[in-house]
């Protein structure tokens, strides 16, 4: 707990950059929300969304190499702590900040448009979804990062070289477990996302076996990133 408040008070600029950013975009898009009876609201999330996973997978690398740029690796595995402690304190920090921004990219735009017009409403458990899935689809990138930059490390003598060779071939691993790993969950059943826009009710449907392949397949990178960060070099 006190692991994860640390990296959290370490992360704070992060997280009121990320809010600031969506915040300015949307206010931004607010006079031509006015004039399109909120409608443009929701092209904020076009251009605050599909970018962020990118993001997000730049923010993992950086949460621990900022610990060997500023030495601060020392104290932190020097402390009487597990390797596992440290690697999920980042995953929740770097969870926080995710889970926040989607909500914020989403939120934001909703409430200016139903300000405007009342032919677009989702009730309490579409907007979830909403949040929640694609919030934990991109934190499902984080791992990737983590153990490629880690295993780096360890084979510090050509660390650039495995980081970069390490994510490549998880990517190309990942791709190819995907068709096994679907057919683990097959039996789960999809989620649909019911909306109204303009009086017409709109339905998506995601493949949640998917969803939990990858989940299972983040789950192990993150486990062999808790092994990796004890052999990592200091």
Known sequence: ??????????????????CGFVLGVNFLFLPLAKITEGSMAMAAIF????AFPLM???????????????????????????????????????ALEIF?????????????????????????????KLWFLPAFSILLIVPFAMFSYLLGRVFSRAQGWITAGSL???????????????KIFFRLPGVSINFTLAGEAEIFKLNIATMMAAFLFAAILTLASCFLIEKAEL
């Open 1 to 18: 707990c006190r692991l994860f408040k640390k990296e959290l008070l370490g992360e704070k600029n992060w997280l009121l950059g990320f």
């Open 56 to 94: 997000a997978l730049t923010r993992a690398f950086l949460i621990l190499k900022n610990e060997w740029d500023s030495n601060t690796n020392f104290l932190l595995l020097s402390l009487p702590v597990r390797g596992y402690n440290i690697v999920l304190s980042k995953v929740g920090v770097l």
């Open 47 to 50: 251009f605050t969304l599909p």
């Open 168 to 182: 490549v071939g998880l990517l190309l691993i990942f791709s190819r477990y995907l068709r096994f790993g679907r």
């Open 100 to 128: 926040l921004y989607v909500l914020l990219v989403f939120l934001v735009p909703y409430l200016i448009m139903t300000g405007f017009t009342e032919q677009f409403r989702l009730d309490a458990l579409t907007f979830l």
